[in-house]
Every structure is written in structure tokens, then in C-alpha cells.
């Protein structure tokens, strides 16, 4: 299952920079359950604590795989099918 929108941003945030749990919790806690990013990527293991104390949040490898993954489909080019749409339609249309 593709990652949501909001969890490839707070990956892209963990990843940006050092970041301490502190800073995590005021930055992306939430009382909303729909929005429970931080449980969820623990719960998925794309983050940890790690660090002195298991205070510093750092990306696990499957959550750096699942971020180079979003970026690199964010980069692809228009799909062949779209493509192959457009110039059916100019073609049929004669231009």
C-alpha cells in the first residue's frame, strides 16, 4: 500500500535534519485519530527513537526505502498511456 501524503511529509521532515522527540511530538503531535502520523510510523517501523536516552527520531531503513520510493515516483515522467491518449486524439482529429 502506497504511503499517504502525510506520512511522506513527515519522513521528508525527519530526513530533512536532526530532529529530537521534543521537537517531533510539538511539531507533528495530534489529538485528531485520523491524523496520528507519529503512531503510525512507529507502528510501521519507518521511524525510531534512537540516541542518548532514545531521544533523537531518525529514519529506519525500510522508512528511507519507503521516502527514496515517493521520490523517485514523483519524478517519473508522464505515463505512456497518456501519451498514446494525446496523440490518438490528434490523430483523429486530423491535426
Keep these: 500500500m502506497a504511503p499517504s501524503l502525510i506520512m511522506i511529509q513527515f519522513l521528508t521532515w525527519v530526513a530533512d535534519r536532526p530532529r529530537n522527540y521534543a521537537e517531533t511530538m510539538d511539531a507533528w503531535r495530534t489529538s485528531c485519530p ?3 502520523v507519529w503512531e503510525d510510523a512507529v507502528i510501521a517501523d519507518l521511524v525510531r527513537l534512537d540516541g542518548e536516552n532514545g531521544r533523537a527520531v531518525k529514519l529506519t531503513e525500510r522508512g528511507a526505502a519507503v521516502l527514496r520510493q515517493a ?4 519524478m517519473r515522467p508522464a505515463s505512456a ?4 491518449k494525446r496523440q490518438t486524439a490528434l490523430v483523429e482529429s486530423g491535426d
Design 81 to 84: 498511456p497518456s501519451q498514446r
Design 34 to 36: 485520523r491524523l496520528s
Design 71 to 74: 521520490r523517485n515516483h514523483d
